[in-house]
Protein backbone atom coordinates (compact mmCIF):
# COMPACT_ATOMS: atom_id res chain seq x y z
CA UNK A 1 0.00 0.00 0.00
CA UNK A 2 3.13 2.46 0.78
CA UNK A 3 3.52 4.44 -2.31
CA UNK A 4 7.07 3.03 -3.46
CA UNK A 5 9.59 5.76 -4.19
CA UNK A 6 12.73 5.15 -6.15
CA UNK A 7 14.66 4.98 -2.40
CA UNK A 8 12.71 2.16 -0.68
CA UNK A 9 12.57 0.10 -3.85
CA UNK A 10 15.09 -2.49 -2.26
CA UNK A 11 13.15 -2.44 0.77
CA UNK A 12 10.68 -5.32 1.89
CA UNK A 13 6.59 -4.65 2.52
CA UNK A 14 3.79 -6.89 3.33
CA UNK A 15 2.89 -9.37 5.80
CA UNK A 16 6.14 -11.55 5.22
CA UNK A 17 8.48 -8.24 5.97
CA UNK A 18 6.56 -7.20 9.29
CA UNK A 19 6.46 -11.01 10.52
CA UNK A 20 10.74 -10.54 9.67
CA UNK A 21 11.20 -7.51 11.23
CA UNK A 22 9.08 -8.54 14.39
CA UNK A 23 11.18 -11.71 14.59
CA UNK A 24 14.66 -9.39 14.06
CA UNK A 25 13.78 -6.56 16.89
CA UNK A 26 12.23 -9.77 19.37
CA UNK A 27 15.91 -10.96 19.03
CA UNK A 28 17.65 -8.44 19.61
CA UNK A 29 15.55 -7.17 22.56
CA UNK A 30 16.19 -11.18 23.72
CA UNK A 31 19.82 -10.60 23.08
CA UNK A 32 20.17 -7.26 25.13
CA UNK A 33 21.70 -5.80 21.81
CA UNK A 34 18.62 -3.18 22.33
CA UNK A 35 18.33 -2.14 25.70
CA UNK A 36 15.34 -1.12 27.77
CA UNK A 37 14.95 2.59 27.67
CA UNK A 38 16.04 2.52 24.11
CA UNK A 39 14.09 4.56 21.58
CA UNK A 40 12.68 2.71 18.32
CA UNK A 41 13.17 5.43 15.23
CA UNK A 42 11.08 3.55 12.44
CA UNK A 43 13.16 4.33 9.50
CA UNK A 44 16.06 3.60 10.72
CA UNK A 45 14.34 -0.11 11.93
CA UNK A 46 13.20 -0.56 8.78
CA UNK A 47 17.38 0.24 7.16
CA UNK A 48 18.32 -2.24 9.04
CA UNK A 49 15.96 -4.94 8.79
CA UNK A 50 15.49 -4.27 5.15
CA UNK A 51 11.76 -3.49 5.43
CA UNK A 52 10.08 -0.27 4.63
CA UNK A 53 9.16 1.98 7.32
CA UNK A 54 5.40 0.90 7.30
CA UNK A 55 6.30 -2.73 8.18
CA UNK A 56 9.13 -2.14 11.13
CA UNK A 57 6.19 0.81 12.33
CA UNK A 58 3.46 -2.39 12.22
CA UNK A 59 6.45 -4.79 13.86
CA UNK A 60 6.39 -2.61 16.54
CA UNK A 61 2.59 -2.34 16.90
CA UNK A 62 2.66 -6.19 17.86
CA UNK A 63 5.68 -5.86 19.94
CA UNK A 64 3.59 -3.05 22.09
CA UNK A 65 0.77 -5.67 22.43
CA UNK A 66 3.20 -8.61 23.82
CA UNK A 67 4.54 -5.88 26.19
CA UNK A 68 7.78 -5.74 24.85
CA UNK A 69 7.54 -2.38 23.45
CA UNK A 70 6.03 1.25 24.71
CA UNK A 71 4.73 4.60 22.75
CA UNK A 72 5.11 7.94 24.77
CA UNK A 73 2.83 10.18 23.38
CA UNK A 74 4.65 13.05 21.12
CA UNK A 75 8.12 10.93 21.89
CA UNK A 76 7.98 7.46 19.88
CA UNK A 77 8.53 4.07 20.31
CA UNK A 78 11.51 2.39 23.15
CA UNK A 79 11.84 -0.72 24.69
CA UNK A 80 10.00 -1.16 28.29
CA UNK A 81 11.58 -1.07 31.08
CA UNK A 82 10.76 -4.02 32.89
CA UNK A 83 11.59 -3.66 36.59
CA UNK A 84 12.47 -7.28 38.56
CA UNK A 85 9.43 -6.59 40.54
CA UNK A 86 7.24 -7.04 37.32
CA UNK A 87 9.36 -9.48 36.26
CA UNK A 88 9.06 -11.48 39.57
CA UNK A 89 5.32 -10.62 39.22
CA UNK A 90 4.53 -12.10 35.80
CA UNK A 91 6.03 -15.00 36.35
CA UNK A 92 4.12 -16.01 39.79
CA UNK A 93 0.89 -15.55 37.49
CA UNK A 94 2.94 -18.23 35.06
CA UNK A 95 3.66 -20.15 37.83
CA UNK A 96 0.30 -21.11 38.59
CA UNK A 97 -1.08 -21.09 35.10
CA UNK A 98 1.67 -23.40 34.67
CA UNK A 99 1.09 -25.36 37.17
CA UNK A 100 -2.70 -26.29 35.89
CA UNK A 101 -1.58 -26.85 32.66
CA UNK A 102 0.70 -29.40 33.62
CA UNK A 103 -2.16 -30.80 35.48
CA UNK A 104 -4.14 -31.24 32.18
CA UNK A 105 -1.47 -32.27 29.86
CA UNK A 106 -0.93 -35.51 32.79
CA UNK A 107 -4.62 -36.25 32.40
CA UNK A 108 -4.74 -35.62 28.65
CA UNK A 109 -1.76 -37.58 28.18
CA UNK A 110 -1.17 -40.86 26.16
CA UNK A 111 1.79 -42.47 24.10
CA UNK A 112 1.32 -41.34 21.18
CA UNK A 113 1.10 -37.72 22.56
CA UNK A 114 3.73 -37.25 24.55
CA UNK A 115 6.79 -38.86 22.25
CA UNK A 116 6.89 -34.57 20.61
CA UNK A 117 7.54 -33.27 24.38
CA UNK A 118 10.49 -35.99 24.87
CA UNK A 119 12.07 -35.34 21.49
CA UNK A 120 12.16 -31.37 22.42
CA UNK A 121 13.31 -32.58 25.61
CA UNK A 122 16.33 -34.52 23.29
CA UNK A 123 16.92 -31.26 21.15
CA UNK A 124 17.26 -29.11 24.21
CA UNK A 125 19.45 -31.21 25.77
CA UNK A 126 21.58 -30.99 23.12
CA UNK A 127 21.45 -27.26 22.27
CA UNK A 128 22.19 -26.91 25.84
CA UNK A 129 25.06 -28.72 25.91
CA UNK A 130 26.68 -27.24 22.40
CA UNK A 131 25.70 -23.62 24.68
CA UNK A 132 23.24 -22.85 21.87
CA UNK A 133 21.35 -20.41 23.89
CA UNK A 134 19.15 -18.64 21.65
CA UNK A 135 18.12 -22.36 20.31
CA UNK A 136 17.79 -23.93 23.40
CA UNK A 137 15.64 -20.98 24.67
CA UNK A 138 13.47 -21.30 21.29
CA UNK A 139 13.11 -25.07 22.22
CA UNK A 140 11.59 -24.08 25.85
CA UNK A 141 8.70 -21.75 24.16
CA UNK A 142 8.54 -24.93 22.35
CA UNK A 143 8.16 -27.25 24.97
CA UNK A 144 5.68 -24.95 26.83
CA UNK A 145 3.46 -25.06 23.63
CA UNK A 146 3.73 -28.55 23.55
CA UNK A 147 2.23 -28.95 26.85
CA UNK A 148 -0.47 -26.20 25.95
CA UNK A 149 -1.31 -28.58 23.23
CA UNK A 150 -2.11 -31.27 25.38
CA UNK A 151 -3.62 -29.54 28.17
CA UNK A 152 -6.42 -27.99 25.98
CA UNK A 153 -7.09 -25.40 28.08
CA UNK A 154 -7.59 -22.89 25.43
CA UNK A 155 -8.42 -20.28 27.96
CA UNK A 156 -5.26 -20.59 29.99
CA UNK A 157 -3.25 -20.99 27.11
CA UNK A 158 -4.30 -17.66 25.85
CA UNK A 159 -3.28 -15.76 29.54
CA UNK A 160 -0.14 -17.85 29.76
CA UNK A 161 0.58 -17.05 26.27
CA UNK A 162 -0.12 -13.33 26.91
CA UNK A 163 2.25 -13.31 29.88
CA UNK A 164 5.43 -15.36 27.68
CA UNK A 165 5.78 -12.26 25.67
CA UNK A 166 6.39 -9.74 28.48
CA UNK A 167 9.53 -12.02 30.00
CA UNK A 168 11.38 -13.76 27.25
CA UNK A 169 14.30 -10.92 27.83
CA UNK A 170 14.79 -11.59 31.39
CA UNK A 171 14.76 -15.54 30.59
CA UNK A 172 16.96 -15.35 28.02
CA UNK A 173 19.52 -13.29 30.17
CA UNK A 174 19.39 -15.52 33.01
CA UNK A 175 20.10 -18.36 30.28
CA UNK A 176 23.67 -16.81 30.47
CA UNK A 177 23.90 -17.65 34.04
CA UNK A 178 26.52 -20.61 34.41
CA UNK A 179 24.51 -23.57 35.42
CA UNK A 180 21.21 -22.13 35.01
CA UNK A 181 20.37 -23.84 31.27
CA UNK A 182 21.26 -26.89 33.33
CA UNK A 183 19.15 -26.20 35.77
CA UNK A 184 16.19 -25.06 33.40
CA UNK A 185 16.70 -28.54 31.77
CA UNK A 186 16.63 -30.99 34.88
CA UNK A 187 13.09 -29.10 35.95
CA UNK A 188 12.11 -29.60 32.53
CA UNK A 189 12.70 -33.02 32.31
CA UNK A 190 10.82 -33.64 35.74
CA UNK A 191 7.82 -32.06 33.99
CA UNK A 192 8.17 -34.06 31.00
CA UNK A 193 8.50 -36.95 33.15
CA UNK A 194 5.39 -36.65 35.09
CA UNK A 195 3.66 -36.23 32.46
CA UNK A 196 4.21 -39.05 30.24
CA UNK A 197 3.53 -41.10 33.86
CA UNK A 198 0.00 -39.34 34.15
CA UNK A 199 1.12 -38.02 37.24
CA UNK A 200 -1.38 -34.72 37.38
CA UNK A 201 -0.16 -34.08 41.04
CA UNK A 202 3.13 -34.44 40.20
CA UNK A 203 3.44 -32.56 36.97
CA UNK A 204 1.73 -29.67 38.74
CA UNK A 205 4.08 -29.52 41.55
CA UNK A 206 6.99 -29.77 39.09
CA UNK A 207 5.75 -27.27 36.49
CA UNK A 208 5.55 -25.05 40.10
CA UNK A 209 8.82 -25.96 40.99
CA UNK A 210 10.46 -24.80 37.28
CA UNK A 211 9.22 -21.46 37.76
CA UNK A 212 10.35 -21.07 41.08
CA UNK A 213 14.23 -21.96 39.79
CA UNK A 214 13.36 -18.98 37.54
CA UNK A 215 12.13 -17.01 40.31
CA UNK A 216 14.94 -17.51 42.65
CA UNK A 217 17.06 -16.73 39.76
CA UNK A 218 16.36 -13.63 38.82
CA UNK A 219 15.84 -12.23 42.28
CA UNK A 220 19.37 -12.68 42.89
CA UNK A 221 20.34 -10.68 39.68
CA UNK A 222 21.74 -7.05 40.70
CA UNK A 223 19.08 -4.32 40.29
CA UNK A 224 19.28 -3.84 36.58
CA UNK A 225 16.05 -4.34 34.93
CA UNK B 1 -2.65 3.49 24.00
CA UNK B 2 -6.01 3.97 25.28
CA UNK B 3 -7.06 7.47 25.70
CA UNK B 4 -8.96 8.60 28.70
CA UNK B 5 -12.11 8.68 27.11
CA UNK B 6 -11.92 5.11 26.08
CA UNK B 7 -10.94 3.79 29.20
CA UNK B 8 -14.43 6.09 31.05
CA UNK B 9 -16.17 3.87 28.22
CA UNK B 10 -14.09 0.63 28.93
CA UNK B 11 -14.71 1.47 32.78
CA UNK B 12 -18.68 1.92 32.21
CA UNK B 13 -19.79 -0.96 30.26
CA UNK B 14 -17.21 -3.05 32.50
CA UNK B 15 -19.73 -1.94 35.20
CA UNK B 16 -23.05 -2.25 33.41
CA UNK B 17 -22.25 -5.63 32.48
CA UNK B 18 -20.52 -6.96 36.09
CA UNK B 19 -23.87 -5.07 37.59
CA UNK B 20 -26.50 -7.10 35.43
CA UNK B 21 -27.73 -3.89 33.70
CA UNK B 22 -26.45 -5.53 30.63
CA UNK B 23 -26.90 -8.76 30.03
CA UNK B 24 -25.57 -11.65 28.21
CA UNK B 25 -27.05 -11.08 24.28
CA UNK B 26 -27.58 -7.74 24.84
CA UNK B 27 -27.12 -5.25 21.98
CA UNK B 28 -24.03 -2.48 22.15
CA UNK B 29 -25.33 0.63 19.92
CA UNK B 30 -22.81 2.69 19.99
CA UNK B 31 -24.88 5.86 19.79
CA UNK B 32 -26.35 4.60 23.14
CA UNK B 33 -23.35 4.53 24.44
CA UNK B 34 -22.39 7.76 22.87
CA UNK B 35 -24.83 9.29 25.16
CA UNK B 36 -24.72 6.86 28.14
CA UNK B 37 -20.79 7.79 28.21
CA UNK B 38 -20.63 11.15 27.05
CA UNK B 39 -17.64 10.11 25.09
CA UNK B 40 -16.81 9.91 21.69
CA UNK B 41 -18.35 7.03 18.88
CA UNK B 42 -14.13 6.46 18.34
CA UNK B 43 -13.68 6.06 22.00
CA UNK B 44 -16.45 3.86 22.23
CA UNK B 45 -15.64 1.78 19.38
CA UNK B 46 -11.85 1.76 20.75
CA UNK B 47 -13.61 0.16 24.49
CA UNK B 48 -15.78 -2.22 22.34
CA UNK B 49 -12.84 -3.76 20.56
CA UNK B 50 -10.83 -4.15 23.78
CA UNK B 51 -13.18 -5.97 25.53
CA UNK B 52 -14.33 -7.68 22.55
CA UNK B 53 -10.70 -9.14 22.71
CA UNK B 54 -11.30 -10.12 26.35
CA UNK B 55 -13.84 -12.01 25.19
CA UNK B 56 -16.46 -9.70 27.25
CA UNK B 57 -18.02 -8.74 23.95
CA UNK B 58 -18.29 -9.80 20.63
CA UNK B 59 -18.61 -7.84 17.41
CA UNK B 60 -21.57 -9.26 15.24
CA UNK B 61 -21.29 -8.89 11.37
CA UNK B 62 -23.61 -6.32 10.45
CA UNK B 63 -25.14 -5.63 13.31
CA UNK B 64 -22.56 -4.29 15.84
CA UNK B 65 -21.90 -5.73 18.98
CA UNK B 66 -22.97 -7.37 21.81
CA UNK B 67 -22.41 -8.86 25.33
CA UNK B 68 -21.41 -12.73 24.80
CA UNK B 69 -23.19 -15.30 26.26
CA UNK B 70 -21.16 -17.37 28.23
CA UNK B 71 -21.50 -21.03 28.10
CA UNK B 72 -21.90 -23.50 30.95
CA UNK B 73 -18.21 -25.42 29.71
CA UNK B 74 -16.69 -21.75 28.91
CA UNK B 75 -17.93 -20.97 32.57
CA UNK B 76 -16.04 -24.05 33.80
CA UNK B 77 -13.00 -23.55 31.96
CA UNK B 78 -12.70 -19.46 33.03
CA UNK B 79 -13.15 -20.80 36.81
CA UNK B 80 -10.36 -23.53 36.13
CA UNK B 81 -7.72 -20.47 35.24
CA UNK B 82 -9.35 -18.63 38.02
CA UNK B 83 -8.74 -21.25 40.95
CA UNK B 84 -4.53 -20.74 40.60
CA UNK B 85 -4.79 -16.86 40.30
CA UNK B 86 -6.99 -16.75 43.28
CA UNK B 87 -5.36 -19.06 45.34
CA UNK B 88 -1.90 -17.18 44.40
CA UNK B 89 -4.08 -13.82 45.57
CA UNK B 90 -5.18 -15.73 48.53
CA UNK B 91 -0.94 -16.84 49.29
CA UNK B 92 -0.04 -13.36 48.79
CA UNK B 93 -2.82 -11.33 50.87
CA UNK B 94 -2.01 -13.93 53.85
CA UNK B 95 1.63 -12.72 53.24
CA UNK B 96 0.65 -9.15 53.46
CA UNK B 97 -2.74 -8.15 54.96
CA UNK B 98 -2.54 -5.69 57.17
CA UNK B 99 -4.64 -5.04 60.97
CA UNK B 100 -7.07 -2.84 59.01
CA UNK B 101 -7.65 -5.07 56.23
CA UNK B 102 -8.23 -8.01 58.30
CA UNK B 103 -10.85 -6.38 60.23
CA UNK B 104 -12.72 -4.80 57.19
CA UNK B 105 -12.55 -9.01 55.59
CA UNK B 106 -14.27 -10.22 59.03
CA UNK B 107 -16.91 -7.13 59.16
CA UNK B 108 -17.69 -8.12 55.39
CA UNK B 109 -18.09 -11.72 56.29
CA UNK B 110 -20.30 -11.15 58.61
CA UNK B 111 -22.45 -9.23 56.21
CA UNK B 112 -22.20 -12.18 54.19
CA UNK B 113 -23.26 -14.19 56.35
CA UNK B 114 -26.61 -11.82 57.68
CA UNK B 115 -27.14 -11.55 54.17
CA UNK B 116 -27.16 -15.36 53.47
CA UNK B 117 -29.43 -15.66 56.60
CA UNK B 118 -32.11 -13.41 55.54
CA UNK B 119 -32.06 -15.58 52.18
CA UNK B 120 -30.97 -12.19 50.30
CA UNK B 121 -29.54 -14.27 46.95
CA UNK B 122 -28.71 -10.72 45.01
CA UNK B 123 -26.89 -8.98 48.07
CA UNK B 124 -25.08 -12.36 48.16
CA UNK B 125 -23.99 -12.58 45.27
CA UNK B 126 -22.48 -8.91 45.29
CA UNK B 127 -20.63 -9.77 48.42
CA UNK B 128 -19.18 -12.25 47.11
CA UNK B 129 -17.21 -10.36 44.20
CA UNK B 130 -16.93 -7.80 46.66
CA UNK B 131 -14.85 -10.15 48.78
CA UNK B 132 -12.27 -11.14 46.46
CA UNK B 133 -11.86 -7.57 45.38
CA UNK B 134 -10.70 -7.37 48.78
CA UNK B 135 -8.64 -10.22 49.11
CA UNK B 136 -6.81 -9.04 46.03
CA UNK B 137 -6.33 -5.52 47.11
CA UNK B 138 -4.75 -6.90 50.22
CA UNK B 139 -2.35 -8.80 48.41
CA UNK B 140 -0.92 -5.82 46.13
CA UNK B 141 -0.67 -8.23 43.16
CA UNK B 142 -1.78 -5.89 40.45
CA UNK B 143 -0.88 -8.48 37.50
CA UNK B 144 -2.28 -11.14 39.06
CA UNK B 145 -5.47 -9.30 40.31
CA UNK B 146 -5.98 -7.75 36.93
CA UNK B 147 -6.05 -10.71 34.97
CA UNK B 148 -8.58 -12.43 37.77
CA UNK B 149 -10.79 -9.37 37.42
CA UNK B 150 -11.24 -9.42 33.80
CA UNK B 151 -11.98 -13.23 34.42
CA UNK B 152 -14.91 -12.75 37.09
CA UNK B 153 -16.19 -9.98 34.95
CA UNK B 154 -17.32 -13.14 32.28
CA UNK B 155 -18.84 -15.15 35.00
CA UNK B 156 -21.09 -12.73 36.62
CA UNK B 157 -24.23 -14.56 35.42
CA UNK B 158 -23.34 -18.07 36.17
CA UNK B 159 -22.46 -16.89 39.90
CA UNK B 160 -25.42 -15.05 40.11
CA UNK B 161 -27.72 -18.10 39.02
CA UNK B 162 -25.62 -20.95 40.93
CA UNK B 163 -26.17 -18.90 43.92
CA UNK B 164 -29.88 -18.88 43.43
CA UNK B 165 -29.32 -23.32 43.64
CA UNK B 166 -31.21 -24.26 47.04
CA UNK B 167 -28.44 -25.08 49.48
CA UNK B 168 -26.12 -23.35 47.27
CA UNK B 169 -25.20 -19.80 49.52
CA UNK B 170 -24.46 -22.10 52.36
CA UNK B 171 -22.39 -24.27 50.81
CA UNK B 172 -20.35 -20.98 49.27
CA UNK B 173 -20.37 -19.07 52.80
CA UNK B 174 -18.92 -22.20 54.65
CA UNK B 175 -16.05 -21.86 52.08
CA UNK B 176 -15.35 -18.42 51.82
CA UNK B 177 -15.54 -18.45 55.57
CA UNK B 178 -12.39 -20.83 55.75
CA UNK B 179 -10.76 -18.86 53.05
CA UNK B 180 -11.07 -15.34 55.43
CA UNK B 181 -9.77 -17.66 58.41
CA UNK B 182 -6.70 -18.73 56.57
CA UNK B 183 -5.95 -15.31 55.19
CA UNK B 184 -6.76 -13.45 59.16
CA UNK B 185 -4.51 -16.25 60.86
CA UNK B 186 -1.76 -15.19 58.28
CA UNK B 187 -1.14 -18.95 56.43
CA UNK B 188 -0.66 -18.51 53.44
CA UNK B 189 -0.68 -22.14 52.63
CA UNK B 190 -3.91 -22.70 53.97
CA UNK B 191 -5.30 -19.77 52.12
CA UNK B 192 -4.36 -21.46 49.01
CA UNK B 193 -5.35 -24.30 49.94
CA UNK B 194 -9.03 -22.88 51.05
CA UNK B 195 -9.67 -20.87 47.57
CA UNK B 196 -8.55 -24.43 45.98
CA UNK B 197 -11.67 -25.80 48.08
CA UNK B 198 -13.88 -23.14 47.00
CA UNK B 199 -13.75 -22.42 43.30
CA UNK B 200 -13.09 -26.48 43.24
CA UNK B 201 -16.87 -27.01 44.62
CA UNK B 202 -17.72 -24.48 42.40
CA UNK B 203 -16.34 -26.16 39.33
CA UNK B 204 -17.96 -29.24 40.38
CA UNK B 205 -21.41 -27.56 40.94
CA UNK B 206 -21.02 -26.19 37.38
CA UNK B 207 -20.81 -29.30 36.30
CA UNK B 208 -23.76 -30.47 37.10
CA UNK B 209 -26.55 -30.95 34.86
CA UNK B 210 -29.05 -28.65 37.01
CA UNK B 211 -33.29 -27.91 36.66
CA UNK B 212 -32.74 -24.19 35.86
CA UNK B 213 -30.31 -25.12 33.12
CA UNK B 214 -26.49 -24.95 32.58
CA UNK B 215 -25.88 -22.24 29.63
CA UNK B 216 -26.73 -18.60 30.58
Excluded at chain 1, 37 to 63: C, K
Excluded at chain 2, 180 to 195: F, G, H, K, N, W
Aim: hydrophobic share 45%.
Amino acid sequence: MAHTTGESAHLLRGAHAKRLAEQRLREEIVRGVVVPGQWLVEPELGERYGVTRNSARLALDVLITEGLVERIPNRGARVRVVSTAEAVAVLECRQVLDGLLARKAAQHATAGRTDSLRDNLRRMRRAGAEQELLEYSALVREHHRLLRELASQPRASALVEQLEGRMVRHEFQLLLRPGQARQSLAGLTRVVDAVVERAADRAESAARAHLQDVIDALLLEPAAA
Amino acid sequence: MASAAQEMAERALRVAISRGDMPPGYRLVEAELVTLTGVSRSAVRQAIDVLAAEGLVERIPNKGARVRIVSAEEAIEITECRLPLEGLLARKAAERITDAEVDRLRAHLHTMTAAVDSGDVQKYSQLIQQLYGMVAEAARHPIAADMVGRLQAQLVRHQFRLSLRPGRPRVSLGGLTALVDAISARDPERAEAAVAAHLGSVIAALSEPHPSGGAA
